[in-house]
């Protein structure tokens, strides 16, 4: 994959993450114990072999910069290619960003794409938890001489349908050439959703950008790609594996409690490759003699003397005696103090519960409380 | 010219026999400690946090795990452009080459790696040693004695203490006396084998302990003996904390247990003072239905069924259900199955226990001769093997 370059859109579908985005970007959001949500798809680029990768950022991304710093972890940290963090760019002549979708997003990377010597793109939002590997997908990309290449996943049955809006199907003709890109609506009859991972080839993508940043063309990616299908040849690409899509509180929550599930955390974190995410250099966790944990993920530097079940927690996280933390999700340097219960509550980072404070929430209605607060 | 002001330097060649299987692979100073760090990590860190940031790891002794370890020296923060983490192996000059003979001779031999910094003091450290100290505190008082050599010392129990080298101080800290390994200590203050030397001083003794054929070209024999009859100024610092030697099995496993203690000497969780280690790249651990973990030290990467009590568990080890785990240390990716009880052991890296092993829980067993190695009970099992399902394994025992 020396011919392939990487872009990951660091935001979008914040809307739904609450207080969890109001200081960070989605790609920023801290998960499974000691993660954040990009680490996903930026091992996964890494791990297919791509060393250049461009990072689309608009808004808060402090936390993302502090988070990925020189791509070192990734190892990213490249005299050639590496990690490029791609701020929000504007010029007098550039549209106004935010309200024209993602050409003008990707504006900012035009130089980025120009400079880079490889022919294809993958391109990406951040928000997905997966571990992918993308020959495959560029192989077929190539052979079946492709101008866009769309990997999809299979949904079925078609239980979930309140997670569905702002999502794309895909219809595929037998050569697998795509037929339909269409947003879900009630009359939906494809099984195909989009991952909306991209495979690109640069040129194509150089002269969307020219191109609709001279007619103002709007929309997502998807949008403007179901505009030329009839024109383009682009391709389906079938991804089976794990992927959770983060885009609301529900499937924040959902998506971690998935991973307590031993074959998901097996595939997940090991392969095809491995999840890359900055190093603490915390201690080992210490268990005290009342711990009582069961189901439970708990990443380096807690401090547990209390009853933990279905539970995630993140680094440095200290439960207190007496305490009983059970389908819950607690951020990084939280403290749970002396007989303090918690149900269903997420905890964001450096938050401190005060002793035989009690917070049930139900799975419909998860507790949220914010950074830093004190209950 | 650059110069520094102070560089550190790491003797990490010895064999460390007396550790059995564990080094039989790997130098002492690689043999992994504390559930996710290796014994080096302790002075390369405290060097970091001591702003001390050129630091050369003399390696001579199966040097391949140490060097892959160390790296370009990231995870400790010493990959600098004008300093950072050496490797220094003997090699091959233009007249000879030679292994390093002692301590002393394997600075001499380095003597052209020193240069290149021109520093004004020099810090030896040992490969070794389980300890958190700052070293800036005792080079200002290095500095403020105007001393030409300071040593380290701890008050170790009288009882212990003819197996160290002994000082005699005066009331200004000054060391008027010097005993290697005494038969009848007449202090308690014993080296900790943590020398910070004046660089232009030094440089003449050890091509001076050089030159005599008569030297073992030890520091502690040779080197400070002679500088100490010579009148140098000699001072001791005293070091108040938790620290060390893990030579021996027994002294490994004690270093462990310690650790879990519920107000351990040693705080691994001080923010100020963290020691760092390279990273092995794992998910958290996850910790079952039916686990059940108390008074031990878990880390990233294990996945844990079974019942786990005052032990360690490192990066990747993996417990199946109804196991029993109890005093032990786990090496990364020790697999243990199911149904097996283990007491009181030491397992080396990616070695696995199949199915309802009985491991240190019997006394003896016709066929398996107590190790030299082990004592105390302690059962030690090496690197890299497969124990059969439903092995029993006695006390004391060491399997290669």
Known sequence: MKDVLGIIFAEGNEDGLGALTTMRSVAAVPIASRYRVIDFIMSSMVNS????????????????????????????????????????????????SNTLGDLSDLSGALDFLEKSPQKYVVLSKSHLICNLNFNEAFNQHV??????????????????????????????????????????????????????????????????????LAIGEKGTLSEIFSRRLQHMRMMGYNCDGFVARIDSIKTYYQANMMILNQDIFGKLFFEPGLIYTKVKDEAPTKYQESAAVKNSLIADGCIINGTVENSIIFRGVKIEKGAYVKDSIIMQNSEVRENAILEHVILDKEVIIRQDIRLTGQESYLILINKGAIV | MQKKECIALILAGGQGSRLGVLTKKVAKPAVNFGGKYRIIDFPLSNCTNSNIDTVGVLTQYQPLELNSYIGSGQPWDLDRSFGGVYLLPPYMKSESGEWYKGTANAIYQNMNFIQMYNPDHILILSGDHIYKMNYSKMLDFHIKNNADATISCIDVPWEQASRFGIMETDQNMRIVKFYEKPLTPVSNMASMGVYIFKWTVLKNYLIKDEMDTASSNDFGKNVIPTMLSEDLRIFAYKFKGYW???????????????????????????????????NAIQPPHYVADGAVIKDSLVTEGSVIYGKVKNSIISSGVKIGKNAVIENSVLFPGVVVEEGCTIKKAMIGERTVISERCEIGVAENISGQEPSKICSDGIVLIGPDLVIGKGTKIAKNVMVE
């Open chain 1, 49 to 96: 072999g791509i060393t250049n990768i461009g990072i689309i950022t608009q808004r808060n991304y402090k936390s993302l910069m502090d988070h990925l710093g020189s791509g070192k972890e990734w190892d990213l940290n490249r005299k050639i290619g590496g990690l490029l963090l791609i701020p929000p760019f504007s010029s007098k002549d550039a549209m106004n």
């Open chain 2, 244 to 278: 060390k030697d893990v030579g021996t099995i027994q002294s490994l496993w004690e270093a462990n247990m310690e650790l879990l203690y519920k107000k351990p000497a040693m705080n691994m969780f001080d923010k100020g003072w963290k020691i760092y280690s390279k």
């Open chain 1, 143 to 212: 052979e079946r001489n492709a101008v866009v290449t769309i990997l999809y996943k299979n949904l079925e049955p078609m239980s979930e349908s309140s997670g569905l809006k702002n999502r794309y199907f895909l219809k595929t003709d037998d050569e697998g050439r795509i037929t339909e890109i269409k947003g879900y609506s009630s009359t939906n009859d494809s099984t195909s959703i989009s991952l909306n991972i991209y495979i690109i080839n640069k040129e194509f993508l150089l002269y969307l950008i020219r191109d609709g």
